[in-house]
């Protein structure tokens, strides 16, 4: 894939807040891709810099190897889905979708051919005389996306695209979007700060924090390979024991011994966090062998969740509770009820240090 988008060094600040502090990105064409982040890390900002409403203080922007700061944004092969959907009230779905078209000058046969086809891609065709508000909320999404979609733009913004929906619909939409990016071949960039449906639907994602990409990679390297705490934290469930590198993992912290974990080059006595996923951790009951590496904890509640166990255990001297993930099949299961002894093991290489 080649790219489509290169942002280089790009700066924002809203006067004392720093909203972007050197970005560096490329997006490829044809890619989906998520800008993910927890509330104010700057992902709207950047989204409305490609847009052309806001102007970077600093930095470069290209789209195509042409400069994009200085184009306006109406002349920006770039459209832009908003949250609140932005339908004109007053319109059959079918104008609100032909309108960016005829303010373009497309006119009878072709505009008529290509509003059916972007309706027909969404599944409005039988409500194409009906005005928005006879709309569900789903179906008034599905508008703003054929509107934004019927002027083939080479890439669409979506700023959390799926908030206004509820959590059924949101699911649906999750696949329908990327059914969309792929049947279109247009590169689709979603602001989110539901790092769930980013995983399940970007090609690539940048985990962003207090203005800068704290990661950047696909959702798999994410969630295996975080570069640091906060990504850790950020993505799904994970467990942070604190301590120092030491030979073989960690010396944890409140624990007098090394906990296994792959070093990553650490050099002994550097402060760090070991990473383990809650699916990763193997608990059995009774307490561990001598020999062994298990951690001994009691169980300190038990969820079910439906296909999953999740548990809690406390190990004394670890500030908090291991959280494991155990697979509803497994035999063990009776025995593991709140107060039980257990014992908490992971393989070396399951377990990452983590600094920062
Ligand atoms: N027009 C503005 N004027 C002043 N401050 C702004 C403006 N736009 C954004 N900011 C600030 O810049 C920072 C980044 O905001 P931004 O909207 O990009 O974050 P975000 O990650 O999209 O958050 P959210 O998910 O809450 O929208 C925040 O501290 C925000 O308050």
């Not at 920006?76 to 609140?84: A, L």
């Not at 990016?181 to 247009?186: L, N, P, R």
């Not at 006595?269 to 990763?280: H, Q, V």
Request: charged share 25%; hydrophobic share 45%; net charge neutral.
């Amino acid at each position: 894939m080649t790219g489509l988008i290169q942002i280089a060094a790009v700066e924002k600040s809203f006067g004392p807040v720093v909203a972007l502090a050197g970005i560096d990105l490329e997006i490829r064409e044809n890619e989906f891709f998520a800008l993910l982040g927890p509330s104010g890390c700057g992902k709207t900002t950047l989204l409305r810099i490609l847009a052309g409403f806001e102007t970077p203080d600093r930095g470069r922007i290209a789209l195509d190897g042409r400069d994009l700061v200085a184009m306006p944004a109406n002349r920006r092969p770039i459209n832009m889905m908003f949250q609140s959907y932005a339908l004109f009230p007053h319109m059959t779905v079918e104008g609100n979708v032909a309108y960016g078209l005829e303010m373009e000058g497309v006119r009878g046969p072709e505009l008529k051919r290509r509003t059916a086809e972007a309706l027909a891609m969404v599944q409005l065709e039988d409500v194409a005389r009906r005005k928005p508000h006879l709309l569900s909320g789903g179906q008034r999404q599905r508008v703003a996306l054929a509107r934004a979609l019927v002027k083939r733009p080479r890439l669409l913004l979506l700023d959390e695209p799926l908030a206004a929906l509820d959590k059924k619909l949101r699911d649906q939409m999750r696949l329908e979007l990327k059914r969309l990016q792929h049947e279109t071949g247009i590169t689709f960039l979603i602001v989110t700060h539901d790092q769930e449906e980013a995983l399940v639907m970007a090609d690539r994602i940048a985990l962003m924090n207090q203005g800068q990409i704290a990661q950047l990679g696909p959702p798999r390297a994410l969630y295996e390979e975080p570069a640091n705490r906060f990504v850790a934290d950020f993505i799904g469930l994970m467990n942070l024991i604190e301590g120092r590198a030491a030979p073989g993992g960690l010396a944890a912290q409140g624990l007098d011994r090394v906990l296994p974990a792959a070093e990553g080059g650490l050099p002994a006595g550097t402060p760090a966090s070991l990473a383990i996923r809650p699916e990763r951790i193997r608990v059995r009951p009774g307490t561990p062998t001598a020999s062994g590496d298990g951690l001994a904890g009691r169980v300190e509640s038990v969820a079910y969740l439906g296909q999953d166990l999740i548990l809690h255990v406390r190990v004394v001297g670890l500030a908090r509770p291991l959280v494991a993930r155990l697979g509803a099949g497994q035999e063990s299961l009776p025995e593991m009820t709140e107060g039980a002894a257990v014992a908490c093991e992971w393989t070396k290489e399951r377990a990452r240090l983590l600094t920062n």
